[in-house]
């Protein structure tokens, strides 16, 4: 197989548009993944990739990952290490990306009667954002929800970040909070935000009630939108010398409380 060395190669081009942050960048339905245990994930849960590009190195080490891509009709294309380096996101690339299409899905494709849906508003970070589509899937959330002015969840960084979690649970993205809170009011679930400043601790939250967990930009909190037009805010208590937790931290934790809640709940329900 000859390996790739120009950068004006058309595929390269295609790929190198979909490294940038920038959702715009994704307009055409796809998006790219780096590293084989990403890639794997996304054959494992059946989103075929269009191309997988690997350096001739990574090629040989993951040789019976890109000979499963190829049988289920993936593209596999070998690149200049240097040009797969300009396409990674990490300082030690592992030598392999994928081009996949898109996951994300719009505000139709939120469950129709869920129990826990995590909700990110205004959240920049891509990986914070991917770090908590992890989380979400982990604790067995029904979905996660981001609002328009999010980071784009297919972006390079939260994409490796989600860790192969977006192929897990729906992934809602860059809805208008007016809309989301509309759907999610439907849904008849509480909506129940997540602020370090709240008077009420998480023990005071129902969470073993059907719930729209609610998480803000990490530096500015909640919008006043989103804030004004919640059930209940609950902080998560502190025991040691940090000032707070950072956002994926406190995901986490309150998906954690609201899973374990909701399992104890349902257990109770059944003992009846």
């Not at 054959?43 to 990952?65: M, N």
């Not at 030598?95 to 508003?121: E, F, H, K, W, Y």
Request: proline residues 8%; contains cysteine; aromatic residues 2%.
């Amino acid at each position: 197989m000859n390996v790739i060395t120009s950068p004006s190669n058309a595929t390269v081009r295609a790929a190198r548009k979909l490294a940038r942050p920038s959702a715009r960048a994704r307009a055409d339905g796809h998006f790219l993944l780096e590293g084989p245990e990403g890639i794997r994930e996304a054959l494992d849960a059946g989103h075929l990739p269009a191309t997988v590009l690997a350096t001739e190195r990574a090629a040989a080490r993951h040789a019976g990952l890109l000979n499963r891509a190829r049988a289920a009709g993936s593209q596999v294309l070998l690149l200049a290490e240097p040009l797969l380096a300009g396409l990674a996101q990490t300082a030690t690339p592992q030598g392999l990306v994928a081009i996949l299409p898109g996951v994300t899905r719009s505000l139709d494709g939120l469950p129709a009667a869920p129990r826990l849906v995590c909700v990110l508003a205004e959240v920049r970070d891509p990986g914070n954002l991917g770090t908590v589509v992890r989380a979400a899937d982990a604790f067995g959330a029904d979905a996660v929800a981001t609002t328009r002015g999010s980071v784009d969840p297919q972006s390079p960084k939260a994409a490796r970040a989600a860790a192969g979690s977006l192929f897990h649970l729906p992934v809602v993205a860059g809805v208008p909070w007016p809309h989301l809170r509309s759907a999610l009011r439907e849904r008849r679930l509480r909506l129940v935000g997540a602020d370090p400043h709240a008077p009420d601790p998480v023990e005071a939250a129902p969470l073993e009630e059907p719930i729209a967990l609610v998480l803000g930009n990490e530096a500015h909190g909640l919008p006043a939108e989103v804030r004004d037009d919640l059930d209940l805010a609950v902080r998560v208590p502190l025991a040691g010398r940090a000032e707070s937790l950072n956002l994926a931290a406190a995901a986490a934790v309150l998906l954690y409380e609201a899973s374990r809640r909701q399992a104890q709940a349902q257990e109770a329900a059944v003992g009846r």
